[in-house]
């Protein structure tokens, strides 16, 4: 799909600032779109929607379909008349982090007050509740349930429940039993569709199109794999029998074992992917524009033996994609996609991008390693691409520009230097604000899409790094706040984007 010359913003919800503790769906997001606006700029890249597991990652939700109920705002909740102002206990929250263990809890807790009222005096949300529960019914049902036993087994992954239940036996018995956790799921889910439409809403009337991310893999801890294990390469254990990851790579001399179950393709192709068909279909209903991330595994995944430790002795094994895409293509029509098609890339996940016009992404931080040729430089862009001066997996363009040996990649001090003053020739800069170079490059690039993390626009070092890849700790908690975004900023954006065609209104 050939998208019009446009430009945004690459920023998380949970990096929104705010009293909670967390980003949410409220007032703040209302006027980081507001910014948007203003700043000439009419795309908003997010992250995964979907509720977190393990390692409070994006990228590891408990469900392909239901949303983060972290993200709901109190606010928005006490205004709806399901939370009182005693509800709400004063709790000062980091600003600039975001602290998951003590968050999780807090919310945990405001949203049971808010099941506990509606359950008392349903608020004239009975009916609206009960539409949604309908409207969400493919997957809603199975997920309610998954959280509720979940609970009832001291939240342990599922493989770990008693056998009946993992195995999806006994579950008449469960839903009685477990009737009133499983309508509290039910309506926590309930209530972050309702606030996320209405932001879509804002969004929309403001000209501001949202690119969503899914991702090719879900989580083996999801009530995706509980509720489908047929789907899934799995032992009769229900153990994956290999796993996902990439092999060694730019960030891991030991590639990245990410441990996602893999498709059973085979099982997917005779059921006509229904399960991937419903999943894009109802991400198409939340966001505009869908990023496909990890798309070279479409043509072939490394499959890593289940057991493994690292993500060294996986092999490539083919995925269906060509006939995946075609299927989405003809169920829902032309598809709004973006290829993430970073990494090792060859021929065949350029052929199978380009038979469905898919653009793909070019990263300005990649650009520099080696000649004139780069794909990355902008002198070598096609028009259907979308070009990013870095992504949530990378430094900030100030962190990358100073260099820190051995942090995320093979590069030496000798490579980094290197590739400095390369930069700094191509940019035809000193340096000074090596942020906005990056910023300038790719608005000026041929790109159709020009997508600039938020941490590169207020011109953050490696402090704002959102995601060290192959690592555990300190990941996505980085938050801007309440006074960080400036006119000046505002006026920067803009002036660019007026200048190189890629002004508001165009999308």
Same mark, same amino acid.
Request: charged share 25%; aromatic share 14%; hydrophobic share 45%.
């Given at each position: 799909?050939?998208?019009?010359?446009?430009?945004?913003?690459?920023?998380?919800?949970?990096?929104?600032?705010?009293?909670?503790?967390?980003?949410?769906?409220?007032?703040?997001?209302?006027?980081?779109?507001?910014?948007?606006?203003?700043?000439?700029?009419?795309?908003?890249?997010?992250?995964?929607?979907?509720?977190?597991?393990?390692?409070?990652?994006?990228?590891?939700?408990?469900?392909?379909?239901?949303?983060?109920?972290?993200?709901?705002?109190?606010?928005?909740?006490?205004?709806?008349?399901?939370?009182?102002?005693?509800?709400?206990?004063?709790?000062?929250?980091?600003?600039?982090?975001?602290?998951?263990?003590?968050?999780?809890?807090?919310?945990?807790?405001?949203?049971?007050?808010?099941?506990?009222?509606?359950?008392?005096?349903?608020?004239?949300?009975?009916?609206?509740?009960?539409?949604?529960?309908? &409207? #969400?019914?493919?997957? @809603?049902?199975?997920?309610?349930?998954?959280? $509720?036993? /979940?609970?009832?087994? %001291?939240?342990? =992954?599922?493989?770990?429940?008693?056998?009946?239940?993992?195995?999806?036996?006994?579950?008449?018995?469960?839903?009685?039993?477990?009737?009133?956790?499983?309508?509290?799921?039910?309506?926590?889910?309930?209530?972050?569709?309702?606030?996320?439409?209405?932001?879509?809403?804002?969004?929309?009337?403001?000209?501001?199109?949202?690119?969503?991310?899914?991702?090719?893999?879900?989580?083996?801890?999801?009530?995706?794999? &509980? #509720?489908?294990?047929? @789907?899934?390469?799995?032992?009769?254990?229900? $153990?994956? /029998?290999?796993?996902? %990851?990439?092999? =060694?790579?730019?960030?891991?001399?030991?590639?990245?074992?990410?441990?996602?179950?893999?498709?059973?393709?085979?099982?997917?192709?005779?059921?006509?992917?229904?399960?991937?068909i419903e999943r894009v279909r109802w991400t198409l209903q939340l966001v505009d524009i869908v990023r496909l991330d990890h798309f070279r595994g479409f043509v072939a995944c490394w499959e890593v033996p289940g057991e493994d430790k690292t993500a060294e002795r996986g092999r490539w094994v083919e995925a269906p994609g060509n006939e995946l895409l075609s299927a989405l293509t003809e169920e829902l029509g032309q598809l709004p996609f973006i290829a993430e098609?970073?990494?090792?890339?060859?021929?065949?996940?350029?052929?199978?991008?380009?038979?469905?016009?898919?653009?793909?992404?070019?990263?300005?931080?990649?650009?520099?390693?080696?000649?004139?040729?780069?794909?990355?430089?902008?002198?070598?862009?096609?028009?259907?691409?979308?070009?990013?001066?870095?992504?949530?997996?990378?430094?900030?363009?100030?962190?990358?520009?100073?260099?820190?040996?051995?942090?995320?990649?093979?590069?030496?001090?000798?490579?980094?230097?290197?590739?400095?003053?390369?930069?700094?020739?191509?940019?035809?800069?000193?340096?000074?604000?090596?942020?906005?170079?990056?910023?300038?490059?790719?608005?000026?690039?041929?790109?159709?899409?020009?997508?600039?993390?938020?941490?590169?626009?207020?011109?953050?070092?490696?402090?704002?790094?959102?995601?060290?890849?192959?690592s555990a700790e300190g990941n996505w908690s980085w938050r801007y706040t309440p006074d960080s975004l400036t006119e000046e900023h505002s006026r920067r954006l803009r002036e660019l984007s007026e200048l190189y065609g890629r002004s508001v209104g165009t999308v």
């Open positions: 799909m050939i998208f019009p010359r446009a430009s945004g913003i690459l920023l998380h919800l949970t990096s929104l600032p705010g009293q909670f503790g967390i980003g949410d769906l409220g007032a703040e997001a209302r006027k980081f779109v507001d910014f948007l606006v203003a700043s000439g700029q009419s795309l908003w890249q997010i992250l995964p929607l979907g509720p977190t597991g393990y390692g409070d990652s994006p990228y590891q939700s408990l469900s392909a379909f239901a949303g983060n109920t972290l993200l709901i705002s109190p606010a928005q909740l006490l205004a709806d008349g399901l939370l009182a102002a005693e509800d709400i206990p004063p709790i000062g929250f980091p600003q600039a982090r975001v602290d998951f263990g003590r968050v999780i809890a807090f919310k945990r807790m405001i949203l049971e007050r808010a099941f506990a009222r509606f359950r008392e005096k349903p608020f004239g949300f009975r009916e609206e509740f009960e539409r949604f529960c309908e &409207w #969400a019914a493919s997957w @809603l049902d199975d997920y309610a349930l998954f959280r $509720a036993l /979940k609970e009832a087994h %001291g939240e342990a =992954p599922w493989n770990l429940w008693d056998k009946a239940f993992a195995r999806r036996q006994e579950l008449a018995q469960a839903r009685a039993q477990l009737r009133e956790r499983i309508e509290a799921h039910k309506f926590h889910q309930f209530l972050f569709f309702k606030q996320w439409l209405e932001l879509k809403s804002y969004c929309s009337e403001r000209g501001v199109k949202i690119i969503g991310d899914v991702p090719l893999f879900v989580a083996y801890d999801s009530a995706d794999v &509980w #509720a489908n294990p047929h @789907l899934f390469k799995l032992n009769e254990n229900g $153990a994956p /029998k290999v796993v996902a %990851g990439v092999p =060694p790579d730019y960030f891991s001399a030991t590639g990245q074992l990410w441990g996602n179950p893999i498709y059973d393709w085979d099982r997917l192709k005779s059921e006509g992917f229904h399960w991937w098609d970073l990494g090792f890339i060859t021929t065949d996940v350029i052929a199978l991008r380009d038979h469905f016009g898919f653009p793909g992404m070019r990263i300005l931080q990649y650009a520099f390693g080696g000649d004139s040729r780069d794909q990355n430089l902008p002198h070598n862009y096609p028009r259907n691409a979308v070009v990013y001066t870095g992504t949530h997996d990378n430094d900030t363009v100030i962190g990358w520009f100073n260099g820190r040996v051995g942090v995320d990649s093979t590069r030496d001090a000798e490579q980094i230097e290197r590739e400095r003053r390369f930069c700094m020739k191509y940019l035809n800069t000193d340096g000074r604000e090596i942020n906005w170079d990056f910023i300038r490059a790719a608005f000026a690039s041929v790109a159709d899409l020009a997508i600039v993390p938020l941490q590169d626009v207020l011109g953050l070092g490696s402090e704002a790094r959102m995601n060290l890849p192959a």
